[in-house]
């Protein structure tokens, strides 16, 4: 079975949201939004839609089966293309 | 201050309500549960070793097995979560843990107990045990108390280990 990666703890620091409170924006207990960060639980497609939309963002942002670029991998990008990240 | 009120505090004060309102944190049981299917079997083995009259060793038993009965229906409550609350319904996660833990557990029991009527098809066989009238409201009790902890034992090694970092 393959890997999921997320990006909701990102996102959620980026955001100052505790796991207490995405947990209840989407109905589920905060232990589970710990697992998910964690990688060690797959949500439903329900689930995955109701982050996503919690944060305003498509699904794919969140959720990919490749592993994430990392934020500072992402920043040293940006600065080496001379772009303001 | 009147009794209820009173008995209110009381309530508060011990922690039941806690236990009753099902509002501790659920935890891993992942030895605890092992420790009292032992203390479960030992006890029962002192009790049915027991020919004639009762006597100190059937008494320690007795402690041992019914403790260990009392424990089982306890620990329901600290392990992983089973019962929804009108706060707390129980997520998809925890839908699935319980589902997946019950599902092992029936399989379990079911095994065990065909093993059992396989073993008292052995009646006819001197020298073998065989469980006395008083044995088998033991073993019944046993059975109960098996059923209301392997969910928990089995969920608790189904689930992930706890989170390192439990602030929100």
Redesign the interface.
């Known amino acids: 079975m393959s890997n999921l990666y997320n990006r909701i703890a990102l996102f959620r620091a980026e955001r100052g949201v505790s796991r207490r409170e995405l947990a209840e924006a989407v109905g589920v207990n905060n232990q589970t939004i710990g697992y998910l960060e964690r990688g060690d639980y797959k949500p439903s497609l329900e689930l995955a839609m109701k982050i996503a939309a919690y944060f305003g963002v498509p699904v794919e942002l969140l959720f990919s089966f490749q592993r994430f670029e990392s934020v500072a991998d992402t920043l040293r990008r940006a600065a080496a293309a001379g772009e303001q990240p | 201050m009147t009794l209820l009120k009173k008995m209110d505090d009381l309530v508060y004060a011990t922690g039941i309500d806690k236990i009753l309102f099902r509002k501790v944190q ?1 935890r891993s049981l992942r030895w605890i549960p092992l420790f009292v299917l032992a203390a479960l079997i030992v006890g029962y083995v002192f009790m049915a070793s027991i020919t004639s009259r009762p006597t100190a060793k059937f008494f320690m038993g007795w402690l041992l097995f019914y403790g260990a009965y009392l424990a089982a229906s306890f620990l329901r409550v600290f392990g992983p ?1 089973f019962v929804a609350t009108a706060r ?2 129980l ?4 839908l699935m843990l319980k589902a997946r833990a019950y599902a092992i557990s029936g399989i379990l029991l079911a095994g065990f107990a065909m093993l059992g009527c396989f073993y008292m098809a052995s009646e006819d066989v001197p020298g073998l045990w065989h469980p006395k009238p008083y044995d088998w409201i033991n073993l019944g009790f046993g059975v109960q108390a098996c059923a209301m902890l392997l969910p928990s034992w089995i969920a608790s090694w189904l ?2 280990p706890p ?1 390192a ?1 439990q ?2």
């Open positions: 659920p979560r707390d319904p997520d998809e996660r925890e689930q992930p989170l970092d602030e929100d």
